[in-house]
C-alpha cells in the first residue's frame, strides 16, 4: 500500500476513534475495525483469492476501503452492507478510489436471498447478537473454500457464542480464533 493510502486509513481511523469518543450512543457511533484487524482481512482476501466479498456492516467504510484494495488485487469487488448510509461514507470511498457495491438492507434478508455458494469471503461486523438468526444463510452463501470472517469475538464473546456454536456444529467448518484486535474468527467452510 502506498503512503497516501496508508496516511488516509490512518487518518480516518483516528478521527473515527475521535468521535466514537464524544458519542455516548453506541448506535451512533463507527466503531471502525481496528488497523491490525483490517490489515489481516485484507491479507485474507489476497491469499484466498476471494474475487466476491461481501462485507455486513459497512460504517462509514474504514474496513470497506481494505477489503475493496485486497479485492482489487485479485480482480475481485466487494459488496458492503448496511441498514443505513453512514454521513462521509461515499466521501471516505472516493478519496481511497475505490468502487464499491453499497446494498442498504438488513444484512439477514440480503444474506437470505443470495445463491448458494456465490461469495468468496464472508465478513460479518454488525450487530452480533443478530448473527445466529442469519443461520444458515452465513455459512450457505459461502462457496467450498471460502472464508466467513467475523470480528470481536474476544471483546464480546457471549454476543457471538450462539452463532459460533452453530459454525463448530457444521462438520464441514474448521475455524481460529485470532487474538488480533478484538478478536477474529476466522472458519474455511470446506466441502
Ligand atoms: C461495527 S459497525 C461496522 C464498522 C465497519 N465494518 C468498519 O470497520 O468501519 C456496525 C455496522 O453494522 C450496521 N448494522 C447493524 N445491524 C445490521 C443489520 N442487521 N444489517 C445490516 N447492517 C447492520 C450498523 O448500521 C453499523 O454501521
Redesign the pocket.
Known amino acids: 500500500m502506498d503512503e497516501p493510502m496508508q496516511a488516509l486509513l490512518a487518518e480516518l481511523y483516528a478521527d473515527?476513534v475521535h468521535h466514537d469518543a464524544a458519542e455516548p450512543d453506541r448506535?451512533l457511533r463507527?466503531?471502525?475495525?481496528e488497523p491490525d484487524t483490517?490489515a489481516l482481512l485484507a491479507q485474507l482476501v489476497r491469499l484466498v483469492g476471494a474475487r466476491r466479498v461481501v462485507?455486513?456492516?459497512?460504517?462509514?467504510?474504514?474496513?470497506?476501503i481494505w477489503l475493496a484494495l485486497a479485492a482489487r488485487d485479485v480482480g475481485g469487488r466487494v459488496v458492503s452492507?448496511?441498514?443505513?448510509e453512514?454521513p462521509g461514507l461515499r466521501q471516505n470511498l472516493r478519496r481511497a478510489g475505490v468502487s464499491v457495491d453499497l446494498r442498504l438492507?438488513?444484512?439477514?434478508a440480503?444474506l437470505a436471498d443470495l445463491p448458494s455458494g456465490s461469495v468468496d469471503m464472508l465478513f460479518l461486523?454488525?450487530?452480533r447478537v443478530?448473527y445466529a438468526s442469519w443461520w444458515p444463510h452465513p455459512l450457505r452463501v459461502l462457496r467450498p473454500g471460502g472464508v466467513l470472517a467475523v470480528d470481536n469475538v474476544l471483546s464480546h464473546p457471549s454476543e457471538v457464542a450462539d452463532f459460533l456454536a452453530l459454525v463448530a456444529g457444521d462438520p464441514r467448518c474448521r475455524s481460529a480464533t485470532v487474538p488480533v484486535g478484538k478478536g477474529l474468527s476466522v472458519t474455511w467452510r470446506g466441502h
Open positions: 473515527g448506535f463507527r466503531r471502525n475495525l483490517a462485507e455486513i456492516g459497512t460504517s462509514n467504510g474504514y474496513s470497506t452492507v448496511d441498514t443505513q453512514w438492507l438488513e444484512a439477514g440480503y461486523d454488525a450487530e443478530e
